[in-house]
């Protein structure tokens, strides 16, 4: 066999971090049933929303909603300075100091905030204005809901990373190879400038008019040679090709109309808990978050097994079309160091949080891939 992935000390923080991702995980669970028992059993819900205003105007749902937004950050900030700044900085993993980490943070926070206001009141309102059709309403909501984000996603990816010209023309004439020969129209290619924030390394296709911009981070460029990011990106164009972010969008879709529909049950089912009126009332919204929080866990396992099947298939994608096993080798290896990730976490825990198989599993299988074709 060949040289370990990860060795000594590297290997021991990238485990220590792999089982710091579950203890995190624990914690936000935890935290989330804190939050809903202050609110739903012991009337936090129903005292603010009384005192903004009865909840039974859109000005009402909508300060209901940020209110709340806020107390539940509030509730959980502990655990993202814990797990977002100080466990990144004692690894060197974060560059920036604690202010500029905090006012990204805030950033996504407003961003955030916005985005589940708007999905939140329209949802209440929803169930308040259509008594019968509540369902078939919602699910027409969130369609567009989901459009939107999708017409967002290009701004949204460099809302903490900005971009910038690549400056590479060797690279950009081989990723034009691989989109002309998938078929693709490659629209630019671009530096994600990573490296002033963060250790870790990435590389994405955002769309872009007709087409697919590729994002390459400038950490990424530093640590893998050009071949590498060449099977990189073609694991990217796998993705493309496969449809596999229109599948991932799919599957969310659904499970958000589950969700929807068993949160409506759950809100009328604990009507009356502390003060709360049932669907109809923006302060059942704790219960709706609980029940939505529970089944995107259940939910979450089928999610990240249906991505990990996705991940090899771009890989062998890759692989079919650089047909360069050295050159992923070595681009997996770098990534693993960079970003410290365990290259064969636990089972369970690559079940349960995990939508990419772990690194040893994919170059075992590109391996396998090089050698059948
Ligand atoms: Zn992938």
């Not at 995190?24 to 028992?37: A, E, H, K, P, Q």
């Not at 963060?198 to 296709?205: C, E, H």
């Amino acid at each position: 066999m060949s040289q370990a992935i990860l060795e000594g000390e590297t290997l021991k923080t990238a485990q220590r971090r792999e089982l710091e991702k579950v203890h995190s995980n624990l914690w936000s669970l935890g935290l989330t049933l804190v939050t809903f028992i202050i609110f739903v059993p012991l009337g936090a819900s129903s005292a603010l929303r009384d005192a903004l205003g009865g909840g039974d105007t859109l000005l009402s749902m909508t300060l209901f909603v940020i209110v709340f937004s806020v107390v539940s950050s509030l509730i959980t900030f502990p655990i993202s300075v814990y797990y977002g700044f100080t466990r990144e900085k004692r690894d060197e993993m974060l560059k920036q100091d604690f202010m500029g980490w905090l006012l990204d943070d805030l950033k996504q926070m407003a961003v955030g905030l916005v985005v589940s206001t708007i999905l939140f009141v329209g949802l209440f309102s929803a169930f308040r204005a259509f008594p019968d059709l509540w369902f078939p309403v919602s699910l027409a909501g969130i369609t567009v809901f989901f459009a939107v984000m999708l017409f967002l996603s290009p701004k949204l990816a460099r809302m903490r990373f900005k971009s910038a010209p690549l400056e590479n023309p060797e690279l950009e004439a081989r990723i034009q190879v691989l989109f002309s020969k998938a078929g693709q129209k490659l629209s630019k290619v671009s530096k994600w400038v990573f490296g002033e924030k963060i250790k870790q390394g990435n590389a994405a296709l955002v769309p872009d008019g007709l087409g697919s911009e590729v994002l390459i981070s400038d950490t990424l460029m530093e640590s893998i040679d050009t071949e590498g990011i060449e099977v990189v990106l073609a694991h990217e164009l796998g993705h493309r090709v496969h449809k596999d972010i229109q599948k991932s969008m799919i599957f969310a879709w659904f499970s958000f109309a589950l969700m929807i529909a068993a949160s409506y049950f759950a809100m009328n089912a604990l009507s009356g808990m502390g003060g709360i009126r049932g669907a109809t009332d923006i302060a059942a919204l704790p219960i709706l978050l609980l029940v939505f929080t529970v089944l995107s866990e259940i939910t979450g396992l089928a999610r990240n097994a249906m991505i990990r099947r996705a991940e090899y298939a771009a890989d062998r994608y890759a692989m079919q079309q650089t047909k360069n096993f050295p050159a992923f080798e070595r681009a997996f290896r770098a990534l693993a160091k960079d970003n410290l990730s365990d290259p064969n976490p636990p089972e369970w825990v690559e079940i349960w949080l995990h939508d990419h198989p772990s690194i040893e599993k994919r170059i075992a299988a590109a391996r396998a891939w090089a050698q059948t074709g």
